[in-house]
């Protein structure tokens, strides 16, 4: 078996409003050290990020007998970055009937990631 690979990855902190640059050293999968934040939100997101991704998706979708015709929504957590694809996939056939109110939970489970899709918006009847 061979020896890890030791590496740094680059990035750009989104945990605060501050964007630190950061480097991250690996060895393998593995951690080493974060270097280049100016707060513990920093450390926690590139650990996060190098190991398991995860992002909000935010879209929308139809509404029917609505005031407008597509509510925007979100994840409501955040899901792997690999589901991604997969989440949108499930949204674009999703039609809801008005009226809807912020929060309300439009879709369950969406593409099996234990995450439902939110409403962002309120939408009345017509």
């Known amino acids: 078996m061979g020896a890890a690979v030791s590496n ?7 945990g605060c409003p501050l964007g630190c640059n950061l480097t991250v050293d690996m060895n393998g999968s593995e951690v080493v050290e974060v270097s280049g934040n100016n707060c513990k939100k920093g450390k926690e997101y ?7 991704p995860t992002r909000i ?12 015709a ?12 690999s589901k991604i694809n997969a989440c949108v996939k499930a949204l674009k056939d999703v039609e809801v009937e ?16 234990g995450v439902d899709i939110v409403a962002t918006r309120n939408i009345y009847k017509r």
Do not use: H
């Open 8 to 14: 740094k990855i680059e990035l750009i902190c989104i």
């Open 98 to 113: 008005a009226p809807i109110k912020i929060g309300d939970v439009l879709v369950s489970n969406v593409a099996d990631t």
């Open 70 to 81: 597509v509510v925007s929504v979100k994840t409501k957590e955040d899901i792997p970055k």
């Open 46 to 52: 590139a650990v996060k990020e190098v190991t398991n």
């Open 57 to 68: 998706v935010t879209s929308i979708v139809r509404v029917k007998n609505g005031n407008i």
